[in-house]
């Protein structure tokens, strides 16, 4: 280095400090408002205290004008769509309180656009970590006002609110064009991403403090970073945030200024040599480039201040990059093909790639199934795995899907279909790549021939998965703005993973929901179970909503088990205004109900509903991060109705209304196991007397979770649900088993819309097994 450390008692940085010129007085809200204003803080997920403790540092800030009004207009909008219809939730994507105090005033304004960007650029939990230890480290330097306790919790609900209000604000288009000013780097960009784009957290340390003191002096106050850790963000951060002019020296496009003024503010030196990243066909690499200090200096070059790696190795911030789900397969072939060798972006084997990928996704839907209720509890050879069960995603949804993913690149279906039936019943070792993706792995250096195909075929599974992912997605061209983690190389289906082209994949009634959920939200574990999907049927991150779609007040004949919604908001209670990341079950409070009893002797029965379901209510209670849902039905049961004497059941009259409790997971989960019936010819019957064959029974009952009860030895039986759409979601609900009871002991058969009632029983009596046919 061209100067050296000089020795710097704690309160230099204080007199620093200092020399800021204020740009915030006292709070002038009045002791009412202000306290409407912490409670609504409260509601939306932020923190008051917090909110002001951040707004101290980053508040001094002075946005550039012109990004600071682009913001305004991007973030500015409401919008709110219901969780569905009749729901106290909405998804709420508007401006909440942090952000609807910062659009009516510039010091919150500035606080919200720099957390925005830094959230954009890094991960939340590792962000707030370091953004607590730099406010103690600012604290014990004597900083005037520094936040001797600062809350990780708040920090990190105030930067979740930042990110979530402000999620359509299009960061990437800045990281774009600094990328951009760096032709000859881009190849090292690619195979450094992490490294380039975040802030070790010293350098956000430094930058905390120094790029205000370089806008409040700026002819005699300058920074300098001795390497290019962070270049991405910290350009971004001082140039296109703050209006900084920036220098980067030594590059290998030689010297590279942002701004047009003679003497730059802040300077970031090159360092090298370009390491050398792993490739998909080589896993060797070279160690990355160590953490820079950073100095804040003089008009003559001398160094006034400091901020040096921490000697706390544990202490890290993790970068993560973000793309919009629009283009994200194309961007991800793009790396692909250029990790060892350039190819130009027009070059045709991304298009063959591309519909290699989603021919893929076509042999994956053709093998993946949903196995039966019963098939944790029986060995395979005792159930029958019926066609039914096979996804056999619909083309045009795969399509679409491929479309969005890889945007940019044509797409031609009479190809995909090509590929898929070349494929079809090929185990992966036998399988044919296309010609130019042949030709492009000839010229990848190492390893072998076999390597080098078969680790191309296993790579492909992953962009594959994602169409079929998004398949699922119901109106998935609205979700072209859905942001996501550049994570490539984590498949979340193992099935997937070790399929070798002629099983079947065995899969879970959470695998989409978890595959898209990978990708919308980084888990710093190392691991992907990035929320605890027991229970939750939404989760929200970066200001979007990710749902089942069997969410809502629904017939389950007509819900695809296997969908899923994907939209812009945040859960809001419009009761009480709180907002909340994520959905889940109530834990259950279970009724003590019957077992399901025959209904019907003889010959013949009527297909009815002896079930009904008079009101549906759901509530929503508040947790720390989570809505709990539970959904209480008033029921009628006409037929025998327990009477409960003493805490236990003693007898049973004739009719009468009880309680049940149930939740949307639970009938996600249950409604996965269930099979459906096909259409048929035949009217649906009214008031007509149906067979009632032998070794089929008539039941009347909702819940099924503790065996079957008195009608065990029934092969088949027939709930009288029919016409009460409540009350076959409630049988649906309660097929699963419950704690400490007996599981269910037959297969569960959903009659469905074009299907009559007689059909649905001849269907299960033509299949073995024991069986619940659903009317």
């Known amino acids: 280095m061209p100067f050296t450390t000089p020795f710097t008692t704690q309160s230099t940085l204080s007199l620093e400090l200092a020399k800021i010129l204020p740009v915030r007085a006292a709070i002038s809200n009045s002791a009412g408002s202000l306290v409407t204003l912490v409670r609504a803080l409260k509601r939306s997920g932020s923190d008051f205290l917090v909110e002001e403790d951040l707004a101290a540092i980053f508040g001094r800030g002075k946005i550039e004008a012109s990004l600071e009004a682009s913001f305004r207009d991007v973030v500015k909008d409401a919008s709110f769509t219901p969780l569905h219809a009749d729901s106290p939730i909405i998804l709420d994507a508007g401006p909440g309180a942090t952000l609807g105090r910062a659009l009516k005033d510039r010091y919150y304004m500035a606080t919200v656009i720099q957390l925005s960007f830094l959230c954009w650029m890094h991960e939340e939990t590792t962000l707030a970590t370091t953004l607590v230890e730099n406010m103690r480290t600012r604290h014990d330097s004597g900083v005037q006002g520094a936040t001797p306790d600062p809350d990780y919790d708040g920090i990190l609900k105030t930067l979740r609110a930042c990110s979530s209000q402000t999620s359509h604000f299009r960061w990437e288009d800045l990281v774009a064009r600094v990328e951009g000013r760096f032709p000859a780097s881009v190849h090292w960009f690619r195979l450094d991403q992490n490294s380039i784009r975040s802030l070790s957290p010293n350098l956000l340390l430094g930058a905390m403090d120094y790029f205000y003191l370089v806008q409040s002096l700026p002819e005699d106050r300058l920074v300098m970073v001795e390497n290019q850790t962070g270049l991405i963000s910290l350009i971004v951060w001082a140039h ?36 050398s990243g792993p490739s998909r066909f080589n896993s060797q690499s070279k160690p990355l480039i160590a953490s820079p200090i950073i100095y804040l200096l003089d008009a003559s070059l001398e160094v006034i201040l400091t901020a040096e790696p921490s000697e706390n190795e544990g202490l890290r911030i993790d970068g993560q990059e973000c793309h919009r789900l629009k283009g994200y397969g194309t961007t991800f072939l793009q790396r692909l093909f250029n990790e060892k060798t350039m190819v130009a972006d027009d070059d045709p084997i991304y298009a063959e790639t591309a519909n290699f990928a989603v021919a893929f996704a076509i042999l994956l839907s053709k093998s993946m199934r949903r196995l039966p209720m019963i098939a944790d509890t029986r060995p395979p050879t005792e159930f029958e795995v019926l066609m039914q069960c096979y996804l056999n995603t619909a083309h045009w949804r795969l399509f679409d899907s491929g479309e969005l993913l890889f945007w940019g690149i044509k797409l031609d279906k009479r190809t995909i279909i090509d590929y898929s039936d070349r494929m079809t019943g090929a185990s992966i070792a036998d399988m044919v790549l296309p010609s130019g993706i042949r030709n492009y792995l000839e010229k990848v250096e190492t390893n072998t021939a076999e390597f080098k195909r078969n680790q191309f075929i296993e790579t492909i599974k992953e962009p594959a998965s994602w169409v079929l992912a998004f398949a699922q997605v119901i109106d998935v061209k609205s979700c072209a703005d859905l942001p996501l983690r550049i994570a490539p190389g984590l498949m979340s289906c193992t099935g997937v993973a070790s399929w070798d082209g002629i099983g079947a994949i065995d899969i879970t009634s959470s695998i989409f929901f978890d595959m898209v959920l990978r990708l919308m939200r980084k888990d710093v574990t190392g691991g992907f179970s990035v929320v605890n ?82 009101k549906r209510d759901e509530h929503y209670s508040s947790r720390t991060d989570a809505f709990w849902l539970s959904i209480r039905f008033e029921i009628e049961d006409i037929g025998a109705y327990p009477r409960i004497l003493d805490g236990g059941f003693r007898q049973f009259r004739e009719e009468g209304r009880y309680t049940i409790y149930a939740s949307q997971y639970q009938f996600q989960v249950a409604l996965w196991g269930t099979i459906r019936t096909a259409p048929c010819t035949h009217p ?37 649900v029919k016409g009460d759409a409540r009350a076959r979601w409630l049988v649906v609900n309660g097929i699963n088993a419950n704690d400490n009871e007996g599981a269910l002991n037959r297969q569960v058969l959903l009659r469905c819309d074009g299907c009559c009632e007689d059909c649905a029983v001849k269907a299960a009596s033509a299949m073995r097994g024991n069986w619940l046919v659903v009317l």
């Open 240 to 275: 296109y945030i703050l209006g900084l002019a920036v220098l980067v020296k030594g590059s290998p496009d030689g010297d590279v200024n942002f701004g047009m003024t003679a003497q730059p503010q802040l300077i970031i030196k090159w360092s090298f040599p370009t390491p």
């Open 533 to 614: 999907l027991e229970d939750t049927f939404l989760t929200s991150y970066y200001g979007w909503s990710l749902f089942y779609g069997s969410v809502g007040d629904l017939d389950p004949g007509r819900v695809n088990c296997e969908s899923l919604s994907v939209k812009r908001g945040v859960p809001t209670n419009t009761l009480t205004l709180e907002r909340k990341y994520q959905i889940m079950d109530a834990p259950q409070m279970k009724p003590r109900m019957r077992s399901p009893i025959t209904a019907d002797k003889g010959n013949s029965y009527l297909a009815r509903c002896m079930t009904k379901v008079h």
């Open 684 to 720: 649906d019957a009214d008031s007509k007397p149906l067979p009632l064959d032998m070794g089929a029974v008539t039941v009347s009952g909702l819940t099924w979770g503790n065996g079957d009860g008195p009608i065990h030895s029934a092969r088949i039986c027939i709930c009288l």
